[in-house]
């Protein structure tokens, strides 16, 4: 697929790209009938020409993780042969999941990575420095650098490396454009700082933030995002995606919401029950992934918490825009009656240099408040700031023991992504 950003539909009146929606999941719900031996199954008997409404598309049964899981080889609707690629899912929820992509599916990704950062002002002209893992089989790394080169960006792997390589790059290439994790890209910024970086010398321009949330639901930056723009005196966007969806949610130069791209992905919002949530409230991200050859899903309920925006946006998009992520729905923690969002209490911690890394360990729940402790790899003289912080910042208060760095890595074992929570109550 040539990149082609005039083709995309989100230029499109909002009543063009809702019946458009409509007849792309029609076509994707017959697809799967056709294609995937999990939805020829659960779907049996469906007519997908049954789907002429968004109503009708509610109808539509979801698909979730542990289905994933329990049944991943009969959600390939490829035979063997015409996958090109496996990646996996970072297991920071559960075991690590094998998805197949074909040369098509891989051709969709830099696409729908290059309509992001075309958004996000992302132009040939840049030069960008992704900072993020480009092997271990994640999916991340490799969508972005496809979708920089897809848009005829100069891109730099220079992945996860030393703080010395990191910089020896940004000296050497000068990028207008740095892709990375914002904890991570804070803790590299403050270094470069220490070494006499001067923000009003760089050439950087942009940072496109990954993994974790840079703006509160208001849709203002929190303290990590507004550290980074102080320290680079760049622009800071946010996007979101996963390897289910090989599809991604970022944000433009307007900076409120994530764009879906609709062509690629049919959005909704649901509750606990499942149903639709309107626009403003906040509930489980539900993705349809239109147009993936190797694993195909139908309402994939991603167990991530947002919320949607339908009305225009001022760049003129109106395709349906997320807010930030405020946390995974089976994390939500429980404090005295009232529910906190872990992203709240991610982004608390991530503004604070006195921490090196940190755990919160939810141990246990009962009917008013879950158990949690805070272990910090951190001098014992900041706990103190850091339970002020907690309360002055994510209005919460719970232990906070000092740890050091073996442990943490123990909590994670295997895990493959750097987690920072560990639930340890029973399923709810
Ligand atoms: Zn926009």
Same mark, same amino acid.
């Given at each position: 697929m040539v990149f082609r950003? %005039?083709?995309?539909?989100?230029?499109?009146?909002? %009543?063009?790209?809702?019946?458009?929606?409509?007849?792309?999941?029609?076509?994707h719900v017959k697809h799967l009938l056709e294609s995937s031996p999990w939805y020829k199954n659960t779907l049996h008997g469906f007519d997908s020409n049954e789907i002429a409404s968004l109503d009708d598309i509610k109808k539509?049964?979801?698909?979730?993780? %542990?289905?994933?899981?329990?049944? $991943?080889?009969?959600?390939?609707? &490829?035979? !063997?042969?015409?996958?090109?690629?496996?990646?996996?899912?970072?297991? !920071?929820?559960?075991?690590?999941?094998?998805?197949? $992509?074909?040369?098509?599916?891989?051709?969709?990704?830099?696409?729908?990575?290059?309509? !992001?950062?075309?958004?996000?002002? &992302?132009?040939?002209?840049?030069?960008?420095? &992704? $900072?993020?893992?480009l092997d271990r089989m994640f999916i991340a790394g490799m969508a972005y650098y496809r979708g920089l080169t897809t848009l005829g960006a100069n891109t730099m792997r220079v992945g996860v490396q030393s703080f010395e390589m990191q910089k020896n790059y940004l000296d050497l290439m000068r990028p207008t454009v740095l892709v990375g994790v914002p904890s991570f890209l804070r803790k590299f910024g403050q270094k470069l700082c220490d070494s006499g970086f001067d923000s009003s010398e760089s050439t950087i321009k942009k940072i496109v933030c990954i993994g974790e949330t840079i703006r509160d639901s208001s849709m203002q930056l929190n303290g990590v995002g507004r550290i980074l723009e102080d320290i680079f005196g760049a622009d800071v966007y946010s996007t979101y995606g996963n390897t289910e969806l090989s599809v991604a949610y970022c944000e433009c130069t307007a900076k409120s919401g994530g764009h879906a791209h609709p062509e690629l992905v049919y959005t909704e919002i649901v509750n606990d029950a499942g149903n639709v949530l309107p626009d403003g409230e906040v509930g489980e991200l539900v993705c349809t992934t239109l147009g993936v050859e190797g694993v195909p899903l139908l309402r994939y309920r991603t167990g991530d918490l947002t919320f949607k925006i339908s009305e225009q946006c001022t760049c003129g998009r109106n395709s349906v825009r997320i807010g930030p992520i405020l946390g995974r729905k089976s994390q939500l923690i429980k404090l005295r009656g009232t529910t906190v969002y872990p992203a709240t209490i991610l982004s608390a911690l991530n503004e604070l240099d006195c921490i090196t890394d940190y755990m919160i360990i939810i141990e246990g729940d009962d009917s008013l408040s879950d158990h949690v402790v805070l272990h910090v790899v951190a001098h014992a003289t900041h706990v103190?700031?850091?339970?002020?912080?907690?309360?002055?910042?994510?209005?919460?208060?719970?232990?906070?023991?000092? !740890?050091?760095?073996?442990?943490?890595?123990?909590?994670?074992? %295997?895990?493959?992504?750097?987690?920072?929570?560990?639930?340890?109550?029973?399923?709810?």
């Open positions: 950003p %005039d083709l995309s539909w989100e230029f499109k009146s909002a %009543d063009e790209i809702e019946s458009r929606s409509i007849r792309a999941v029609r076509n539509l049964p979801f698909t979730t993780k %542990d289905q994933l899981a329990d049944h $991943m080889e009969q959600f390939r609707a &490829v035979s !063997s042969e015409l996958a090109v690629e496996t990646v996996v899912t970072s297991g !920071s929820t559960g075991r690590p999941l094998l998805f197949w $992509m074909t040369a098509n599916d891989l051709e969709r990704l830099a696409y729908n990575e290059a309509l !992001s950062f075309h958004g996000a002002g &992302v132009t040939a002209y840049d030069r960008a420095q &992704v $900072m993020v893992s103190a700031r850091i339970s002020e912080h907690l309360r002055a910042a994510a209005r919460v208060n719970f232990p906070v023991l000092v !740890s050091n760095q073996a442990t943490l890595n123990g909590y994670r074992g %295997d895990a493959a992504k750097k987690i920072h929570i560990i639930d340890k109550r029973s399923r709810r």
